[in-house]
């Protein structure tokens, strides 16, 4: 079965620096899509970034990229120069394996990062 | 932009009641999804719907059921509610035009804590 596992349930970050999300995926079908949401306190889902399985080059959104290591099933999400904005929980989703039609998504466990001034 | 705007925030109830949860999207989008949030467990897709009055079972359907009678608004319903019901619920949709492009995101309402007491 698809899965989707964040292995970190908490992290924290000094404002400036950079931060490794960490997100591994299981799946035997060779077409998916991998995608980071951000979740602020206030509860809304915000999209940050996409990489889709036969994308040749990993994804990047402003400070955003995704570390996109396939034979490795891992798409960890790298923040940039990171701000206290970013303060927020971090899902991890995959678009279901013959999804297409339907656009479900898998998540993963979720990740809260804490930036500290 | 987008919308997707789930009609309350919070809501407590008592066990035994029937509860709505409402959702409305702006974007003409085809597919609707009701997920739900608990801590260390990510997001779980309930129900979702792909066109008017057309429904799908999701991952932990049992207890809820789904209406939707105009493309714009997906209801989630909670035939008796429970205690082990108490949760965020997050109203998502995702138009099926560009689908099969692969980077399409799902965008999502601010979601509804609902405790049942």
């Known amino acids: 079965a698809q899965k989707i596992t964040q292995t970190q349930p908490g992290m924290f970050v000094q404002e400036k620096e950079a931060v490794t999300l960490d997100c591994t995926y299981d799946t035997s079908d060779p077409s998916y899509g991998l995608f980071w949401y951000k979740q602020p306190s206030s509860g809304e889902m915000i999209f940050l970034i996409y990489?889709?399985?036969?994308?040749?080059q990993n994804a990047t959104e402003g400070r955003y990229s995704l570390n996109f290591q396939k034979a490795r099933k891992s798409a960890n999400l790298v923040i940039s120069a990171s701000q206290l904005g970013d303060s927020a929980m971090y899902f991890c989703a995959m678009r279901e394996p013959g999804s297409s039609n339907t656009g479900k998504l898998i998540f993963g466990q979720g990740t809260t990062l804490q930036v500290k001034p | 932009d987008v919308k997707v705007t789930q009609s309350s925030r919070y809501l407590v109830k008592r066990t035994g009641e029937k509860v709505f949860l409402e959702c409305v999207q702006d974007m003409d989008h085809e597919n609707m999804f009701w997920y739900r949030q608990d801590p260390g467990l990510g997001l779980r897709l309930i129900y979702f719907s792909y066109d008017v009055k057309m429904k799908e079972k999701g991952d932990i359907p049992e207890g809820y059921s789904v209406s939707r009678e105009k493309k714009e608004r997906f209801s989630l319903i909670l035939e008796s509610a429970s205690t082990n019901q108490t949760s965020m619920y997050l109203c998502?949709?995702?138009?099926?035009?560009?689908?099969?492009?692969?980077?399409?995101?799902?965008?999502f309402g601010q979601g509804t804590r609902l405790t049942v007491v």
């Open positions: 990489q889709g399985s036969y994308d040749q």
């Open positions: 998502a949709s995702i138009t099926t035009r560009r689908l099969r492009l692969g980077n399409t995101e799902a965008f």
